[in-house]
């Protein structure tokens, strides 16, 4: 009887399976040569969603603008070095902004000048050509580490934050780590003076008791969010005055039991950071901020991705929602969210392991039309992926939405070599109504 109710059960997930039809993935990069390919960023150009930018360690960038049928691939180049920790980012008008980390001699490790600020190029061509780009953050001998940015629309500038060493992997216990912030009002031509913006400083381990994963976010009335992991909480500081002032007393966005730094087994490391997000659209809900990261509280043979919410500016949040809607027991990891901006809808991307009893990996995208309550879940990769535990993996994953067009793009691993795959969705890949009834629902909104 029970063996019967399993096929039963295996059958049907194959035909809602199929009912929506299989992912086809599309690999960007599977050259696995000189250092391998991880850690993709990708940005969608509002102005023509066929224009779609990608990136990945150390300096690869990645350009499509028939949709994801063709892609051109190149290699950036700075007079300050390209150094990993792509962030691909644009603006309201199309242009794109690469930032990266630094390595001014091209001796990497060997240089006491690697990490001495943080670079960011522009594209004005749909990614096709860069600049030589500016930096923020130097402050030599110090090291400058995990960007992440943003575009705020309300200020028209560029956002963003990292985390500042005293001296990267240092156990001197006066060496600290914390959270630094600069802005651009000129398309990143020139950078404000950064701004530490928290409270409690870290250590420079690298590790749960470094403040790292500072996430920017503009919010709709020009205020700026920031979040961070530090130990066992998740933080968050804003700023209303564009960036002069932040708070007193950093909030708790909510507990991150065993911290940030997490075992999955097979994984070479593997972070529960926190990303932030805030919602600018007409049709979702306005100004409402998001947090989604990984934890262990339920044990450590069970990793699972969670998100909560706050509807006044970060001053309360919800108790945690799980996204992934698996049973207990099975290890789903390094999520990375985006917001359509144009529907609302919430997109998360990550690993998962639901299937399988061993460390076959399956990438998944869950997604919700109503405000993170709830969560649908699908598989996106074509196939499994078993990782190894002595080769890079990298510290994230990626996606990018607008107008209706999904794109995700993580790393896979194979033979202990990387490759960067994507995929482009549509609403229908999703079983969502098609983007042509939400704007009629949006403009028969808008003439009551």
Not at 53 to 76: E, M, R
Not at 210 to 221: L, Q, R
Not at 303 to 327: E, H, M, Q, Y
């Amino acid at each position: 009887m029970i063996n019967h109710l399993v096929i039963t059960l295996f059958i049907f997930s194959l035909a809602i399976e199929s009912l929506f039809g299989q992912v086809k993935n599309i690999v960007l990069d599977a050259t696995g040569q000189g250092r391998a390919p991880a850690e993709p960023s990708i940005a969608i150009n509002p102005t023509d969603i066929n224009n779609i930018v990608a990136g990945a360690i150390l300096d690869k960038v990645y350009v499509t603008k028939d949709g994801g049928v063709t892609w051109s691939t190149q290699q950036l180049s700075s007079p300050y070095g390209v150094w990993g920790d792509p962030v691909i980012i644009t603006d309201e008008k199309g242009n794109f902004y690469y930032f990266h980390l630094s390595d001014p001699t091209g001796e990497n490790w060997s240089s006491e000048e690697i990490l001495d600020r943080i670079v960011v190029q522009s594209s004005g061509d749909g990614g096709d050509t860069w600049d030589e780009g500016s930096y923020t953050g130097m402050n030599h001998p110090k090291d400058q580490d995990k960007p992440w940015a943003d575009y705020s629309p309300a200020l028209k500038r560029l956002l963003v934050s990292w985390t500042q060493f005293d001296k990267y992997n240092s156990a001197d216990p006066n060496h600290k780590s914390n959270i630094h912030f600069s802005y651009s009002s000129n398309r990143g031509k020139k950078w404000s003076k950064p701004v530490r913006i928290n409270q409690v400083s870290g250590d420079c381990l690298d590790d749960d008791l470094t403040t790292e994963g500072a996430v920017p976010v503009g919010g709709v009335n020009g205020e700026i969010y920031i979040a961070w992991a530090h130990g066992e909480k998740i933080y968050l500081d804003r700023s209303m005055d564009k960036g002069k002032t932040w708070l007193g007393n950093d909030i708790v966005v909510s507990d991150l039991p065993g911290g940030w730094s997490i075992d999955i087994p097979g994984v070479y490391r593997c972070n529960g950071m926190p990303v932030l997000m805030v919602d600018r659209s007409k049709l979702g809900l306005k100004g409402m901020l998001y947090v989604v990261w990984s934890d262990q509280r339920n044990g450590s043979d069970d990793t699972d991705i969670w998100i909560t919410r706050s509807s006044n500016g970060g001053d309360r949040w919800t108790s945690a929602v799980r996204v992934n809607d698996d049973p207990a027991g099975k290890h789903q990891f390094l999520p990375w969210p985006v917001i359509d901006q144009v529907t609302g809808y919430i997109y998360v991307v990550y690993y998962d392991r639901r299937n399988y009893d061993d460390n076959n990996t399956d990438v998944f995208l869950a997604y919700s039309t109503d405000g993170g309550v709830t969560f649908k879940n699908k598989r996106i990769s074509e196939k499994p992926f078993t990782p190894q535990k002595d080769k890079f993996l990298g510290d994230y994953i990626n996606v990018a939405a607008h107008n209706g067009r999904i794109v995700p793009i993580w790393t896979h691993m194979e033979d202990g070599k990387t490759s960067i795959l994507t995929a482009i969705l549509s609403h229908s890949d999703l079983g969502l109504p098609e983007i042509k009834r939400v704007e009629k629902k949006k403009r028969k909104n808008e003439e009551k």
